[in-house]
């Protein structure tokens, strides 16, 4: 937990990647709760690697409008 992340979002023919920060531990393959350092929405992604994570998509808890 507390470990920086970088949060990948995939799209039909793009990917786009924010940095965010674990809320939770996690070994490759679980997934975890991790807060975006800038919008400080939390949303839930698969860990990929270490310090590299998914995005689930429809998972975002909430943060700044």
């Not at 924010?18 to 490759?28: K, M, N, P």
């Not at 807060?35 to 995005?55: H, M």
């Amino acid at each position: 937990a507390n470990d920086a992340v970088r949060v990948e979002v995939p799209g039909r023919g793009f990917s786009l990647r924010f940095d965010g920060v674990a809320l939770q531990a996690g070994a490759v393959g679980e997934v975890i709760r991790i807060r975006n350092q800038d919008s400080k929405s939390v949303v839930r992604a698969r860990i990929l690697a270490a310090g590299c994570a998914e995005l689930i998509p429809g998972t975002r808890e909430g943060g700044e409008q």
